[in-house]
């Protein structure tokens, strides 16, 4: 069964930096490379957003919010998404989630928080 795990977020100050982790258990690497990553969040009271997409041919999205601060990236043998994030804003506060999608299925990971706060 396809599992996703994210790690890393936390309480984080403004300009600060994090790193979240995206763990795919469950998936042979044939299928992971063909899978499509994303990063989503959802912020109290609002609605799940795209944050930034990495496609299985190996092309990038951002949200105009976060383009040219988080960076996206994918550790093939590790089956691992990364997404780096620099100079948080309060704004920036949100759950993020991380979504594989492959042809059959899309699978979603828990939720990690995030939190920019002084």
């Known amino acids: 069964q396809v599992q996703l795990r994210e790690s890393g977020g936390g309480l984080v100050q403004p300009g600060g930096s994090t790193r979240l982790s995206c763990k795919v258990s469950?998936?042979?690497?044939?299928?992971?490379?063909?899978?499509?990553l994303a990063w989503y969040r959802q912020a109290p009271g609002g609605e799940r957003e795209l944050v930034a997409l990495?496609?299985?041919?190996?092309?990038?999205e951002y949200a105009d919010s976060v383009k040219g601060r988080f960076t996206i990236s994918r550790d093939y043998p590790k089956r691992t998404v990364h997404l780096q994030m620099n100079s948080l804003r309060p704004e920036d506060t949100a759950v993020y989630y991380c979504?594989?999608?492959?042809?059959?299925?899309?699978?979603w990971g828990q939720g990690t928080q995030v939190t920019v706060s002084s």
């Open positions: 979504k594989a999608t492959t042809t059959y299925a899309t699978y």
């Open positions: 469950g998936i042979i690497l044939s299928v992971f490379s063909t899978t499509n």
């Open positions: 990495f496609s299985h041919d190996g092309t990038t």
